[in-house]
Every structure is written in C-alpha cells, then in structure tokens.
C-alpha cells in the first residue's frame, strides 16, 4: 500500500519543480512596469466613479486593445473625454452631513453649495452663511484641472488605450510614453500634498465630521 501511494506521488512532486523559466523582458518592458506600479496609487487621487467607469469600458470600447476601425478609435476618445470631464466636474462638489446626521451632497458655486441630491422638501435647508463656506474659489480650479492631468496620467498606462491609438509604437514614443505620465503624476502627487482640498465630493472620501 506505501509503495503505491509513493507511486501516485511522484508524478505530483515532479509536477511542483520548475520546468521552464519565465521569459526575460527587455529594458523598455521592465521600465513601464516600475512606472505603472510607481503610479499605480494615482487612481486614488480622482472620484472612484471615473475611474471604475474607465477601466470597465476600456477594453470595450478598445476591443482590448485592437481598434478595428476609426469608430473604435472614435468612441475610445469619447470615453477618455467623458471621463476627463467627469473628473473636472466632481471637483466641484461637496458633501455635508444635516441635522438629522445624513450625508447630502450638493455642487460648489460662487454662492455656496446648491444642493443637489434630491432630498425634497424633507431635506433641511441650509443656513445661508453656512451655505457660504462652501464658495468656489481658485483652489477648486486648480485641482480640477490637476486631476484631469492625472486622469491623462492613468489612461496613459492603459495598455488598451495605448494599442489603440500605438499597436506599435518607436522606441523614442516608448520613451514619452513611459516618462510623461510618471512626470505628470509625480508634480500633480506633489501638489496635491501641498495643495489639499478641503471638499469631499461625489466620489471622494467622506470625512468624519
């Protein structure tokens, strides 16, 4: 019986040592790996909304990658503008919690904060001077515009994207394409820990209080 069990073993074990080696990758490759993984936490820095939106309908939109006509091409840069806009737009919104300890979200104007998500007469108005804390300012604009540069950031190392528009790009486009997403995410990431915003909007985290 042990000599039989030692028998259905062996195949198993031969099974579990390496066989083959994994395949070397050329500098280039290894580059867009570290700068992916480098940026990878960018993502975090826009509405969790755009981002899932992006990388859901990427590939279908891009038929992973293989853009078989210029409708493809098309509707790729359609879905790269809605979602820029999508991100310049949620910069502008804030969220405050009522007297009755419910999230309410509402968008920034020069006013204060309109209200926005459908409470109805039930919702508690807001007193106009708190309303006032929440006027648009310059900072608003600035990080609007910082992350629609990370939005371009992340979509540059889609690789669906990136086939799309360059099945096969040069070494010298490699090299764009593998720096100016990593130099765009590296100054915006700085800024923005310079910078902080102080909204928490529709997509963003909400704070505490």
Partial sequence: MDMVE?????PLLAD???????????PAQKAVRKAFKGTAHLSNLLPTGSVLT?????????????????????????????????CFLLCFTDSFRDERGKVRYGLA?????????????ATPAMAPEEAAKYRLGFGDFFH????????AAVAMFDQNVINCFYPEPSEEALEILTALPVTVGVICSILFVLFPTRRHGIGFPLSRN
């Fill in 6 to 10: 030692e028998a259905l073993q062996l």
């Fill in 54 to 86: 992006f990388q859901i309908l990427s590939p279908v939109f891009t038929h992973e990658g293989k853009c078989k006509s210029f409708v493809s091409q098309s509707t790729t840069l359609f879905l790269l503008g809605l979602c820029s806009v999508s």
């Fill in 109 to 121: 104007t020069f006013r204060g904060l309109w209200i926005i998500d459908g409470g109805g007469a």
């Fill in 16 to 26: 579990e040592s390496p066989t083959s080696s994994k395949p070397t990758k050329t």
């Fill in 144 to 151: 609007a515009l910082m992350s629609v540069m990370v939005f």
